[in-house]
């Protein structure tokens, strides 16, 4: 009885489960259609929910106003600079922990999770110490240090995983075969791991990209990336409740068509690998 | 010259590629934040650090003014974890179930529409909630009068006595999406010759799934648990966001990571007190270890039994 799909059931529960996610997703697509709002209709009553007078008015004052192109550069060298210095510095460190393990590899892996456990408010304090000792607030190579380094765990971790799955029995042939270390990495190895570092990077450029903590709390006009932006905006609540969805659309924009490919991978990331 | 290094050159270089991850990594975030730890024993006097032992969190635990503040942060933290667990697995339950149905269509468009919020920036979340939950700008209170509701609504984020549970509700809608994909991962997991063999013996449709499936998922809402436990005793970034540190209205919001950010770098008219915040700091690192115990010691090892 249980394997007997009828049409009507499938229908039945195929528009039960949409109508749930379709509410859960609400919110996000709310705040996009604002964004193409009047300020005047985004905060009508009875709201509008798709009849109004589409207009593009918001984006381009949200750039005027406020030079909206400077933080979302921010954002994408802050994102991408980090993420790369990070897999640079990962890259190795995974490498060798996956394969020339020893006795202490896996309590290297657990000292560098354990600040995991921790608020990052309470490294907040010395890191902002050490910034203002080194000229370092509100630039943008500052920035790029910290995410690169609060990320750093979720990096080796992840890169440690996939180089896991990599059989070390290859390797040893290509070794057996001839193969100088150099070529080893270059030839044998990296093709191998290429999708392993692709999503390590995309979940670490989703992560920087929206990290606000550290944003808000290090960076001021110069260096500010969107998140930042989006805080600074939110104050005057109700007057700009159209541009702002319009700045906030912006910066979800990248992050929504990067995540939409890449769940499988964000979830092995955020969960420390418990999902593969 | 491509003769491959010999052995005790191999380990060498391991050596160099470990060294800038792990050293950098401990010398700028692992140091620092052990150093605070350290600080918990320390105050300033006249202007000079001095070693004062417990006394820091003696005040902490004994002074009212501080006390009734940890407390009430304590018992904040603790509501927002429990709505977590009671709302959040339940409900990733029940998208996983529905996800791995075979009647369902689009099911790779509809994880992706449920995951979506878990991917961004916390700035993005309150300020979205809020152009639905605000009393005057938001469609809440407009859209609860078209279904004939209109006397549920509350400014919620703006009452005392609800401000903290929607903030609650809003992170379970921010993450729902990973218990779902967790346990999504775990119900496909599950061999079919069990279910099966459960249908022999006459066990189908609901009963398969208390019966069978819920127990052998067990492992993955542990992991769940305690995920969540260490995320939501971390949490910070959505109050600061939509409260502010002040986690207000009247600190109903004020959960461990905003009391811990106050006491350090202070507000308003009060000065940052980095020894104090670290005290907090160190309060909050015993209570996530013991939590983090409780689940390794006693729950996971219960469960190994279920794991094939």
């Not at chain 1, 104050?235 to 769940?263: D, V």
């Not at chain 2, 018992?75 to 009671?86: D, E, K, P, R």
């Not at chain 2, 099911?107 to 909630?129: E, H, K, Q």
């Not at chain 2, 990571?257 to 980095?274: E, K």
Request: proline share 5%; with cysteine; glycine share 6%.
């Amino acid at each position: 009885m249980a394997r007997a799909v009828t049409t009507r059931r499938k229908i039945l529960t195929t528009a039960v489960a949409w109508t749930i996610g379709l509410l859960i997703f609400f919110p996000i697509y709310w705040t996009i259609l604002t964004s193409f709002k009047s300020e005047a209709q985004a905060i009508n009553d009875p709201p509008l929910f798709f009849f109004f007078d589409w207009t593009l008015e918001n984006y381009s004052v949200v750039q005027d106003r406020s030079d909206y192109m400077r933080f979302l550069w921010n954002s994408v060298i802050l994102a991408g600079g980090s993420t790369i210095i990070g897999v640079l510095v990962g890259v190795p460190a995974a490498w060798s922990m996956a394969f020339v393990p020893s006795k202490r590899t896996k309590d290297i892996l657990l000292w560098m999770l354990s600040t995991k456990m921790l608020p990052a408010v309470g490294v907040l304090y010395p890191i902002s110490l050490l910034f203002v000792q080194f000229g370092l607030l509100d630039t943008r190579i500052g920035l790029i240090m910290v995410l690169m380094l609060i990320n750093l765990p979720i990096i080796v971790w992840m890169l440690y995983t996939y180089f896991k799955e990599i059989p070390v029995d290859i390797l040893e042939a290509a070794r057996m075969d001839g193969a100088s270390l150099r070529q080893e990495i270059l030839f044998v190895l990296t093709p191998m791991a290429v999708p392993g570092i692709a999503s390590t990077m995309l979940l670490n450029f989703i992560l920087a990209w929206n990290e606000a903590f550290w944003t808000l709390n290090l960076t001021a006009a110069n260096a500010g990336p969107l998140t930042a932006f989006i805080a600074s905006y939110s104050s005057p609540e109700g007057l700009f409740f159209a541009k702002l969805s319009a700045a906030s659309t912006m910066a979800i924009a990248p992050i929504l068509i990067l995540g939409w490919f890449s769940q499988k991978q964000l979830v092995r990331g955020l969960t420390f690998g418990a999902v593969k | 010259m491509s003769t491959p290094p010999p052995k005790p050159k191999t380990r060498w270089h391991i050596a160099v590629f470990l060294a800038p991850a792990v050293l950098v990594y401990t010398a700028v975030m692992i140091y620092p934040l052990f150093n605070t730890l350290r600080l918990s024993f320390y105050a300033e006097v006249d202007q000079e650090r001095i070693f004062i032992g417990l006394d820091n969190f003696r005040t902490l635990f004994g002074d009212a003014l501080w006390s009734e503040q940890f407390w009430n942060a304590l018992a904040n933290n603790t509501w927002f974890f429990v709505i977590h667990m009671l709302v959040q697995n339940p409900i990733g339950i029940a998208l996983a179930a529905i996800l791995s149905s075979p009647r369902l269509r689009f099911s790779a468009l509809y994880r992706s529409a449920i995951f979506v919020p878990t991917i961004l920036s916390f700035v993005i979340v309150g300020f979205a909630w809020k152009l639905i939950l605000s009393p005057i700008w938001g469609i809440a209170p407009g859209m609860l009068d078209a279904i004939g509701l209109k006397f549920l609504y509350a400014p919620w984020l703006g009452k005392e006595e609800y401000a903290l549970t929607t903030l609650a509700l809003v992170s379970v809608w921010q993450f729902v999406g990973i218990p779902m994909m967790l346990i999504y991962a775990a119900l496909l997991s599950i061999p079919d010759e069990i279910l099966e063999a459960g249908e022999c013996d006459g066990i189908t449709g609901l009963s398969a799934f208390w019966k069978i499936k819920l127990p052998l998922i067990l492992p993955s809402i542990g992991i769940i648990s305690i995920l969540t436990f260490v995320g939501n005793f971390n949490a910070f970034d959505l109050i600061y966001a939509a409260q502010g540190a002040l986690a207000g209205p009247d600190f109903s919001t004020d959960i461990l990571g905003t009391f811990m950010y106050r006491t350090f770098f202070g507000f308003q008219l009060q000065l940052g007190d980095p020894h104090m915040g670290s005290a907090i700091a160190s309060a909050m690192f015993v209570i996530i270890l013991i939590g983090v115990c409780i689940y390794l010691f006693g729950f996971q090892r219960r469960l190994r039994n279920y794991q094939f």
